[in-house]
Nanobody, 123 residues
């Protein structure tokens, strides 16, 4: 059974930090590509970061390089997104996804999605 549950969103001032978590079922997590995407009102969905839980693949959008870090905890079947130096333009609904064979930042390649968690950054 595929299950992705995001948590950790909230409101923060610019320059602050948040850590998002995506807890996956063992079936979903093991040896899979998992990613974080975001969508702001009126904008297209944007790939933020992806990681292959079997190791060897990490990708970031240029807009978050140096500020965001994607990581994994195999014992908890969980992927994290540590977001530092947050900017108002990072405000969006953030979604966890899995199921991409290519493991790129293309959202259409991912077959499974969580419900999302809201991140709001105020100036």
């Amino acid at each position: 059974q595929v299950q992705l549950v995001e948590s950790g969103g909230g409101s923060v001032q610019a320059g602050g930090s948040l850590r998002l978590s995506c807890a996956a079922s063992a079936y979903t997590y093991s040896g899979s590509c998992m990613g974080w995407f975001r969508q702001a009102p009126g904008k297209e969905r944007e790939g933020v970061a992806v990681i292959y839980t079997g190791g060897g693949i990490l990708r970031y959008a240029d807009s978050v390089k140096g500020r965001f870090t994607i990581s994994q905890d195999n014992a908890k079947n969980t992927v994290y997104l540590q977001m530092n130096s947050l900017k108002p333009e990072d405000t969006a609904m953030y979604y966890c996804a899995s199921g991409s064979w290519a493991c790129t930042l293309r959202g259409r390649d991912f077959g499974y999605w969580g419900q999302g968690t809201q991140v709001t950054v105020s100036s």
